[in-house]
C-alpha cells in the first residue's frame, strides 16, 4: 500500500520560508515521480513542482519559480519542498502525490492532470 504523509505546514509571514516533508512508503517501482500540489480555500488545486526518480529531473509551475525548490533524500524516502520568498497567495492545503514514472510524460503533465496516489495534506499560511 502506497503511503505518503506530509508535515512542515504551519503559519508564517509573507517573506518568510517554510520546508514541508514528504515521506513515502510502498512505492515499489523502479521509478517514480514525486510532486506538490496546493489548494487555496475556493480554488482549484494547483500543481506546484515534481521530481523524477530516474534522473532526478523537476519542474515548477510558474508561480513558484525561483522560490520553491523539491529535493528528494532517498535514505529517507522523503521529498522536501523548500519555499522561500512566501506571499499570501501561497496559503493552501498542499499535497504530496505520486505515480509510476512514465517516459512518455513530462514534469508538466504531471502538474496539469495529477497523479495516482496522494497524502492528506499539510496546510501552510502565509500573513500580509
Known amino acids: 500500500e502506497v503511503q505518503l504523509v506530509e508535515s512542515g505546514g504551519g503559519l508564517v509571514q509573507a517573506g518568510g520560508s517554510l520546508r514541508l516533508s514528504c515521506t513515502h512508503s510502498g512505492l515499489t517501482f523502479d521509478d517514480y515521480v514525486i510532486g506538490w500540489f496546493r489548494q487555496a480555500p475556493g480554488k482549484e488545486r494547483e500543481g506546484v513542482s515534481t521530481?523524477?526518480?530516474?534522473?532526478?529531473?523537476?519542474s515548477y509551475a510558474d508561480s513558484v519559480k525561483g522560490r520553491f525548490t523539491i529535493s528528494s533524500d532517498n535514505a529517507k524516502d522523503t521529498v522536501y519542498l523548500q519555499m522561500n520568498g512566501l506571499k499570501p497567495e501561497d496559503t493552501a492545503v498542499y499535497y504530496c502525490?505520486?505515480?509510476?514514472?512514465?517516459?512518455?510524460?513530462?514534469?508538466?503533465?504531471?502538474?496539469?492532470?495529477?497523479?495516482?496516489?496522494w497524502g492528506k495534506g499539510t496546510l501552510v499560511t502565509v500573513s500580509s
Open positions: 521530481f523524477s526518480t530516474n534522473d532526478g529531473s523537476t
Open positions: 502525490a505520486a505515480e509510476a514514472f512514465d517516459p512518455r510524460l513530462s514534469g508538466s503533465h504531471y502538474l496539469i492532470y495529477g497523479m495516482d496516489y
